[in-house]
Structure formats: C-alpha cells, structure tokens
C-alpha cells in the first residue's frame, strides 16, 4: 500500500510539473485566407502577373518582385498599394516602395523592421509581439518525412498562409542571428507524392536575382528587400547558407493572447533539453533518484526528497516564465 501510495505521489509529481512546464501550447500562425489569396494566381483576386518584374536566381529558378504604382487587380484603378493598405493588419504598418533594377518596387512592413521578412510576415498575419515570442512549431521536415507525402495532401498537410521560418537551430526566432528567415506559404510543389519544395512570398528573401540577365541587387541602404514571390527547393543543398532549403524550416507558433507558455514547448522538447544542459542533468537525475527510492520502498526518504523535488520543479519552472 506505502509502495503503491509513493508511485502514485510520483506519477503526480510527474504529471504536475509536466503540466507547469508546458503551460499552454504555442498555436501555429496563419495569414487571413484573403491576404494569402493577393498572391495566390488561381484565386482569381490575385495581383496580376503584369505587376512583376521577373528575374531568375540560381536556387530560387523564376522570382517575381512586386512593382508599387502597378495594378492591384486584374481590372479597375486600384494600385498595389492600395490593394496592400486594405487588407485585414495593415493598420499601423507601412507601405512604401524603393528603386530596384531601374523602377518602383513594394515593401510592407511594421516600424522597426524597415523592409524586412519579419515586418511583411507581420503584415500579412497579424502576429504580436515581438520575434522572442515566436516559437518553432512542426518541422517541414515531420510534416513530410523524407520529403514525400500522398498525392494531393501536401496542401492539407501545409495549409496556404501558414508562417514559416528558419530558426538557425533555436527553439525561439532571434533575429540577430545570422541564417533566419520567415515567409508566407502559398503552394506546396508535389509530384507523385515527392516533395519538390514550397512556393512562398516573403520579403528581403534575396540578396541577389538576375534581370533580363543582368545581376541586380535587391536590398537598399536601409537594409531591407522587396515584396517577392519565389519557390524555396527542398533540398538546395547549401551548407552555409541552410535557409535556402525548405526542410530546414518550421512552423511558427506563437502563444494565444492572454495566455503563457514556457521557454519551451511540446513541439520542440530537444530544445529544451539542449538549453540549458547543466540544470536538465540535475532535474532528470532527481526523477531518476525518486524511481529508486519508490522501487526501495524508503518511505521516509521518499517524502522527504518528493518535497525538496517539487520545491526545485516549480523554482525551475517560474524561472522558465
């Protein structure tokens, strides 16, 4: 009965902090249906073709730049920036445009990330906060293990307007941190079940494109790109640069308005266990220890050390929040 009495205070113990630990679960960013359909062609709302200009890169194949003063729809007056400053979270963002390859390209963006694919995904999905509260959520690369999935579910698998991001390794978005990159799904490219890789738009996704041949710079002195439309392989198979490649990437999650959610999250237990290496050994050690105490039938000891166990537990998990 004693025996019994201690494994249940443990399978408690274990239960509550695993609990306090997660808190609420990150939930994954979607842009509105409507802000993803803008560059979605066969949405039949879309901004046309026409407001492009075309290029090539030598990982990205066909890239389209977004022209400001151009056609905001296939027919009518509307510009594209006035398409862009009537959508759903363009309140209070910025909308301007720079020279790029000889003509006026668009940018949207929040203040603060002037011209950046943070501030454009910001945009198009409404997400607060700043990037510290992003977290990674499904791993493109889980979604479809060894990149393959059955014909005709990538996009449900994937959903149109899902936010993903390369994290550089990170559990949490650090935009200082050289490789990371975020930009809007709006196709996953499957043939016969084989992932070939995802088509995004994003902004300040490319350093470099070709023009009618000519190589151009895409990035101002402020630092910041365009508005651009491209196709992100699966695999590009660059070492240096891993954001090149859509395998390497997640879903962004983000904890619910109102609510907290640990350092770390369900999605990405690792991470945690790699944060921060010296304080897991002891916190996995006591529960190691409190199994062979329970399996030792030392009562006293067990109470003992189930008091001193949930005293470290909950000064571990407030200093996570």
Known sequence: MQNHFAKSLVMGSIMTASALVFGATPVEVVALKSNVNMFVNSSGVAIPTTSYTNG???????????????PG???????????????????????????????????????????????FAKFMTGAPGNTGTWRTGRAIANIFPNGRAVSGTADILLVPGS?????GG?????????????????????????????????????????INGVPKVDVTNSGGGSIVKHFLPWNANNVANPQLSAKNYHVVAQCPA??????????????????NTSTNIIYITLDIFLFYLTTRKCRKWIYLFILFHAMWKSFFILTLK
């Open 163 to 167: 936010m993903i991001a390369h994290f």
């Open 56 to 70: 090539t890169h030598s990982i990205y194949g066909n890239v389209q730049f977004l022209r400001s003063g151009s």
């Open 258 to 275: 109102g609510q907290k959610c640990p350092w770390c999250n369900s999605y990405q237990y690792k991470y945690w266990i790699n944060a």
């Open 170 to 210: 990170k559990a949490i978005y650090d935009q200082n941190t050289g490789n990371q990159h975020v930009a809007i799904v709006l196709s996953v490219a499957e043939i016969n079940g084989v992932i070939q890789g995802i088509n995004v738009v994003d902004q300040n996704g490319l350093i470099t494109a070709d």
């Open 73 to 119: 729809y296939s027919s009518g007056t509307t510009t594209v920036e006035q398409r862009l400053q009537s959508t759903s979270y363009a309140s209070g963002k910025l909308i301007n445009s720079y020279l790029f390859s000889g003509a006026s390209h668009q940018r949207a963006y929040e203040s603060g990330f002037t011209g950046q694919c943070v501030g």
